[in-house]
């Protein structure tokens, strides 16, 4: 009888676990279908490719910044203004006399938990503008490039370019909260990127 109760209590407590789970993903999926993630990758580690990453990314923002002015669909314009954008990073390095070049892309990429310092982003597969310079094989520099939650953010009120973007204010306060409840979800929804990553590499 005892281990029946426990075994009622174990399938309970996983189909909790479960609906928990389908419940985060799909608040997450939602929230990445009204962003663009930005990922730039340095040639290498070095000092100066560092240096170099930053101003390539500095490059491709204003580029993407006039392509998404009154876009109304942000990710056709990025797709279509990607030849653009290639020029705009390759003419900051030819600019810096680097010999190497960058390709510029739009994809899907898994990305593991971020904080920044208004605002954080779960885990979770995000549409994805990558800028991959020379090798790139140095660290990267996330984002985010629509709406323009990045460098912009420091100039304009975070909430208000979050609802021009179209986030509801439960969207919003899951950016932005700092509760025990918001800490579950993030640490659960990392688990689960963690755990996608896994199938995704395998």
């Not at 309970?12 to 939602?30: D, E, F, K």
């Not at 020029?87 to 070049?101: F, I, P, Q, V, Y």
């Not at 990392?190 to 995704?200: A, D, F």
Request: charged share 25%.
């Amino acid at each position: 009888m005892k281990k029946r109760y426990i075994t009622a209590v174990c399938c309970l407590l996983a189909a909790v676990l479960t609906s928990l789970c389908a419940s985060l993903q799909a608040q997450q999926q939602r929230l990445a279908e009204k962003l663009i993630r930005l990922h730039v990758v340095a040639n290498s580690d070095t000092r100066e490719d560092q240096r170099v990453k930053l101003l390539v990314r500095d490059a491709v923002l204003e580029t993407a910044n006039g392509l998404l002015r009154d876009a109304q669909n942000p990710e056709a314009a990025l797709q279509t203004g990607l030849p653009e954008l290639e020029r705009a990073a390759n003419e900051k390095l030819a600019s810096l006399g680097c010999e190497e070049t960058a390709s510029v892309s739009l994809r899907r990429e898994l990305f593991p938990t971020r904080e920044y310092e208004t605002f954080r982003l779960p885990a979770g597969v995000y549409r994805t503008l990558r800028v991959s310079i020379g090798q790139a094989g140095g660290h990267n520099w996330w984002c985010v490039v629509f709406p323009a939650l990045c460098l912009p953010a420091a100039q304009e009120d975070f909430t208000e370019v979050c609802r021009r973007a179209g986030l509801t204010q439960q969207e919003i306060s899951v950016l932005t909260e700092d509760t025990g409840e918001v800490e579950l979800e993030f640490r659960t929804l990392e688990w689960l990127g963690k755990l996608k990553k896994m199938l995704w590499d395998a």
